[in-house]
């Protein structure tokens, strides 16, 4: 795990965040989230809902409608909003043009009090989604709101003023929960899963639509369980971040178990694992300690003891760190990133999710590359999991993001070797190794080109599951399962390796396991069969993520963090121009 330069200017910030005021701010919404991965709601759809449809009003508080109407359409005309950009205001005049500048959000009496009230709520709720909150017009809105509640007889440009507010925050806030707040393109995440922006459009009037606003807007957030661990886990360090964060870790020699150790290292590794819950504090582990005499005896306080060795390899595990349960460079390294750096992290990961559809389909595979983890659901339920090798470290290299589905399952594969890797790899190896290699060269359209046959020493093992992509990347057996004991496993040229391959096989085709068996250990060889119903395939990348209801920081292999994390810390840790609005608005909207 490498550090990202800008770690160290974080501390300074989460010094300078006003502790109090960040707690009240997120203890005040609470965000109901969780179904089984699979289930999610595509693009915010809800079942049998009551329609609604805007008043055809003749007056507003005594102001003529044709007024109001008028000067949204004035407002429409002009300049975007402040903190709208050009597709959200889009978004907003398509809306007003399927109702005829109507107003969204008025009544003869003023505002829609349930539905403005369900906006506001929505908007303050996306604290929890860790969503850039600067983004809107949280400010403006709050003012406009009042401005209606405190005024008996309000202008038509105050009623138009708010009412267009109110429904460019909804476009906005609708776009960023379907899509995201920001473009994978523009930060370097070699993301190639389509944000489905054409659909944004017909699932915002969809979602208009609703009587019960409030649960419209909630479905258009991803709501995958993994997505509400996240979200918990977002308030958990929110609330580490507000007390201040942890303490450094001091520089240390690699230390062994059971090697001696710098006491104020040891007192500071135990501190800093009890800021993740992983063990007590230092000072209820001296209470034991003198409560059990022989323990401590056994474990003098210079001594690494194994009790904190093995809470070190927990510590490991879910920081994406090869497990060896040392005091290192890279152990005490990931524990000296900031606090309020792993909740930036949170923030980002959750954006994440929001690039991805909102239904994933009733059967389909999920792979994480950081977690190098496969899962195979089915129904909504998670029916196969196994180990992955993903491609190494450098560019050419790097497995990318992206979605599209399994056809074709081929037994006993050839394997045909890119010119790329034949003339890097291959060929300045000699005809010896390629014997030795069981390969064998061939023309293709008047290139020499080189190819492995199926056998035991086939790089592709005997089964390769295809799902056709413009990466040339499919997922398949591998003769080297030593490979699958190391816990960070970036091995391939990009390729997915799979752990149990015939078990996948089994699954993806519904056969049992000795027709599967009998595929894979006899010819004829390189046997296509084809995938009874397409199953979609997901090769994602979150560097944070939620396994078995716990938390972990994942290995950063392709440094996609670099710049999506700092955009998400105004995510993470609003300013305290944005934690003011906020509270503006929640007073305004709870009068």
């Known amino acids: 795990m490498t550090l990202k330069p800008m770690i160290s200017l974080l501390t300074t910030l989460q010094s300078v965040l006003a502790r109090s005021t960040l707690v009240a701010l997120f203890s005040g919404v609470v965000l109901s989230l969780g179904c089984t991965r699979g289930e999610s709601a595509s693009a915010g759809k809800n079942e049998n809902p009551q329609t609604w449809a805007p008043e055809k009003l003749t007056s507003v508080q005594g102001?003529?409608?044709?007024?109001?109407?008028?000067?949204?359409?004035?407002?429409l005309n002009g300049p975007k909003l402040d903190r709208i950009d050009d597709d959200q205001w889009g978004h907003t005049k398509r809306l007003y043009k399927l109702y005829g500048s109507n107003p969204l959000w008025l009544t003869s009496d003023g505002l829609h009090e349930t539905r403005t009230k369900a906006i506001t709520n929505a908007i303050l709720a996306a604290n929890t989604d860790g969503m850039r909150l600067d983004d809107y017009p949280i400010g403006a809105l709050a003012q406009a709101i009042g401005t209606l509640k405190q005024t008996k007889a309000p202008t038509a440009d105050q009623l138009a003023t708010a009412d267009v507010l109110l429904t460019a925050s909804y476009t906005a806030l609708g776009e960023d929960l379907l899509t995201g707040q920001v473009d994978p393109r523009t930060v370097a995440q070699a993301w190639h899963v389509n944000p489905e922006e054409e659909n944004i459009d017909s699932a915002l009037v969809r979602n208009l639509r609703y009587e019960r606003l409030d649960k419209a807007l909630a479905t258009m957030r991803p709501t995958d369980d993994d997505y509400a661990g996240l979200s918990k886990q977002l308030q958990?360090?929110?609330?580490?971040?507000?007390?201040?964060?942890?303490?450094?870790?001091?520089?240390?020699k690699n230390v062994k178990p059971g090697e001696p150790a710098n006491p104020a290292v040891l007192t500071a590794v135990r501190n800093r694992l009890a800021a993740e819950g992983i063990v007590p504090a230092a000072g209820a582990s001296q209470a034991t300690a003198s409560s059990t005499p022989d323990a401590a005896k056994s474990s003098p306080a210079n001594t690494y003891d194994r009790e904190l060795a093995n809470a070190v390899a927990?510590?490991?595990?879910?920081?994406?760190?090869?497990?060896?349960?040392?005091?290192?460079?890279?152990?005490i390294e990931s524990m000296n990133v900031p606090a309020s750096y792993r909740l930036a992290e949170i923030a980002a990961n959750m954006e994440r999710f929001r690039w991805l559809p909102r239904s994933f389909g009733s059967r389909y595979i999920f792979v994480n590359v950081s977690a190098f983890k496969l899962e195979a659901y089915d129904s909504g339920q998670k029916a196969l999991e196994m180990k992955v090798i993903v491609g190494q470290e450098y560019q050419d290299k790097a497995t990318p993001v992206f979605a599209d589905s399994m056809e074709t399952v081929v037994f006993r594969p050839y394997?045909?070797?890119?010119?790329?890797?034949?003339?890097?790899?291959?060929?300045?190896?000699?005809?010896?190794?390629?014997?030795?290699?069981?390969?064998?060269?061939?023309r293709e359209n008047g290139q020499l080109r080189v190819?492995?046959?199926?056998?035991?020493?086939?790089?592709?093992g005997f089964v390769k599951f295809l799902f056709p992509n413009d990466f040339n990347i499919y997922l398949h057996d591998t003769p080297n399962h030593e490979l699958f004991k190391e816990d960070v496993r970036a091995f391939s040229h990009g390729c997915i390796r799979v752990e149990k391959p015939a078990e996948l096989a089994q699954w993806v085709l519904g056969w049992p396991a000795d027709k599967v068996q009998q595929e894979m250990d006899n010819p004829p060889d390189n046997k296509s069969v084809k995938v009874p119903t397409k199953i979609p395939?997901?090769?994602?990348?979150?560097?944070?993520y939620i396994d078995n209801g716990q938390l972990y920081f994942g290995n950063d292999l392709y440094n996609r963090d670099?710049?999506?994390?700092?955009?998400?810390?105004?995510?993470?840790?609003?300013?305290?121009?944005?934690i003011?609005?906020?509270?503006?608005?929640?007073?305004?909207?709870a009068t």
């Open 562 to 578: 670099d710049k999506l994390v700092p955009i998400f810390m105004s995510g993470a840790m609003p300013s305290k121009e944005i």
């Open 415 to 442: 394997w045909n070797v890119t010119p790329d890797i034949a003339a890097k790899e291959i060929f300045p190896k000699g005809e010896a190794y390629m014997a030795r290699e069981n390969m064998e060269t061939y």
């Open 63 to 75: 102001v003529p409608a044709t007024e109001i109407e008028a000067l949204i359409q004035r407002k």
């Open 314 to 331: 927990i510590f490991q595990a879910r920081h994406g760190i090869n497990v060896d349960s040392a005091l290192g460079k890279e152990t």
């Open 537 to 544: 395939v997901y090769i994602t990348y979150f560097t944070t």
């Open 451 to 460: 190819r492995q046959r199926p056998g035991p020493k086939n790089a592709l």
């Open 236 to 252: 958990v360090y929110r609330g580490i971040v507000a007390k201040g964060g942890w303490q450094n870790v001091p520089e240390s």
């Open 580 to 589: 003011d609005a906020i509270q503006a608005l929640r007073r305004i909207a």
